[in-house]
Structures are given as structure tokens and as C-alpha cells.
């Protein structure tokens, strides 16, 4: 057994366990303890996933497939950025500054640079099935790096920032965990699942059911998060001002 088969098997079964976590955290209360630590677990499953993803790479490279691996490394970069904003957002909740620190700017550049380097790329691919699936990863980690560049201006628009920060993190993640077990995990068992535009087919679909998960979740857990509070109010009043008393009723 070569060792991209031997990473690919192991990459299976550690996807097992973040897919697991993954719904854990999901269907548990948020907040609670199951919650808390099914998403440690998911973290800590999604970093070993991580490795064994950049073992597939150096397998590809080694066996003369530098584009499969340049893909793979990619791949690992995206999910990098969605479990890092996870984490992070949690971690400093109570501190925008450290939470969009060096790391943060660092992983917004790099993954919108190699998403332009990669979708450059796509006309030289020549097979139309792999210039679809690369251009929908593109386009994916494009979104990502332009999600967190725009949190970079806006800076905490809200209260509840880091909320927003997480649900979007854990929709990318839906879309990550369920895309690659349908591809590596379920082709195993069902040869169908390998053709090319049916792969491409599957990331699609997962990718626009994680828009519609994270539209949902917006305005299940944000609702409200973006009326301005009294004390924000009274900042945008000019000075010399004073906010205007409420009318009694009669």
C-alpha cells in the first residue's frame, strides 16, 4: 500500500470522527457542554485531518501528480481559514483586536493570493470536469478570503460579531465535512461517485446548501444583532446634542 492510499484511508477514517463531532456540536444546545466539547473534538479531528490532507499532497507530488498536490494543499488552506475563524471567534470573543490579529490577516491574504493563482490556472487544465471542480474551489475560497477582508473593514459592526464570525465558520465547515466524505468516503462504496462532473456536482451542492445554512442561522441566532444599543446611538449624535426624551402616551 502506497502512501497516498495509506493517508487516503486514514483521511476517511478521521472524517468519520470530525463528521460525528461536526453534528454533535450541531444538534447539542449551543453553549452547553456537549456542545463545548464536541466542537473541541471537531477541532482537534479537523487538525489531524489537516496533517494526513498535506500527507495526500507530498503522495501526489511524489508520484508525479504536482497539480493533484497543489489542489490538495489548497483544499487544506480553506479549511484552515473556516476552523481557525471557528476557534478563534470563540476565543476572543471579548477582544476583536486579537481576534483579527497577524494570523487572521495572514490567512485572508494567503487564501485569496492562491485562489487567484489557482483560477489562473484553470484554462490550462484542459479536462472540463477538473476546470469546473477547480474553479468551484476558487471561487469558494475567493468568498472566504473576501468574507474576512470585509470583517477587516467593518471591524465589530455589532455585539454579537463573533457570532457571526462562527456561524459563517461553521457553515463553511457543513459544507467541507459533508463535500468530503460524499467524495472520498461514499466513492468507496458507491465506484459512481468518482466520475468527474459527478464530484464536481456534489461540491456544488454542498457549497450552496452552507449559503443556505448560514442564511438560516443568521436569522435564527442573529436576530436583532444589529440594532445599534443606546450607548452607540448616543455616539452618533452631534456634540451640544442631547438625544430627544420619548413622548409620554397617552
Keep these: ?27 447539542a444546545r449551543k453553549g452547553s457542554g456537549p456542545h463545548r466539547l464536541s466542537g473541541r473534538i471537531y477541532v482537534l479531528a479537523m487538525t489531524v485531518l489537516l496533517a494526513v490532507t498535506l500527507v495526500i499532497a507530498t503522495g501526489s507530488a511524489m508520484a508525479g501528480e504536482p497539480m493533484r498536490a497543489v489542489f490538495n494543499v489548497y483544499v487544506s488552506l480553506i479549511s484552515v481559514a473556516s476552523v481557525w475563524m471557528a476557534w478563534s471567534s470563540i476565543a476572543h470573543r471579548d477582544d476583536f483586536a486579537r481576534y483579527r490579529g497577524w494570523p487572521y490577516k495572514l490567512i485572508c491574504f494567503a487564501l485569496g493570493a492562491y485562489g487567484l493563482v489557482l483560477l489562473a ?37 455589532h455585539a454579537r460579531w463573533w457570532l457571526s464570525e462562527h456561524l459563517t465558520a461553521m457553515s463553511i465547515n457543513f459544507a467541507a465535512t459533508h463535500a468530503s466524505f460524499s467524495i472520498l468516503a461514499l466513492s468507496a462504496v458507491f465506484p459512481a461517485l ?57
Design 121 to 157: 490556472a484553470v484554462p490550462k487544465m484542459g479536462i472540463p470536469a477538473r476546470m469546473a471542480m477547480v474553479t468551484a474551489f476558487s471561487v469558494l475560497g475567493l468568498s472566504i478570503a473576501g468574507a474576512m477582508a470585509w470583517r477587516l473593514v467593518r471591524g465589530a459592526d
Design 1 to 27: 500500500m502506497d502512501l497516498y492510499e495509506s493517508a487516503r484511508l486514514a483521511h476517511i477514517a478521521v472524517g468519520t470522527i470530525v463528521l460525528a463531532s461536526f453534528w454533535g456540536a450541531a444538534l
Design 194 to 250: 468518482k466520475e468527474p462532473w459527478t464530484r464536481t456536482a456534489i461540491l456544488v451542492a454542498w457549497m450552496t446548501s452552507a449559503l443556505v445554512v448560514r442564511l438560516w442561522a443568521g436569522r435564527t441566532f442573529l436576530r436583532g444583532a444589529a440594532q445599534p444599543t443606546i450607548s452607540s446611538a448616543r455616539a452618533r449624535i452631534p456634540a451640544g446634542r442631547t438625544m430627544p426624551r420619548p413622548r409620554a402616551v397617552a
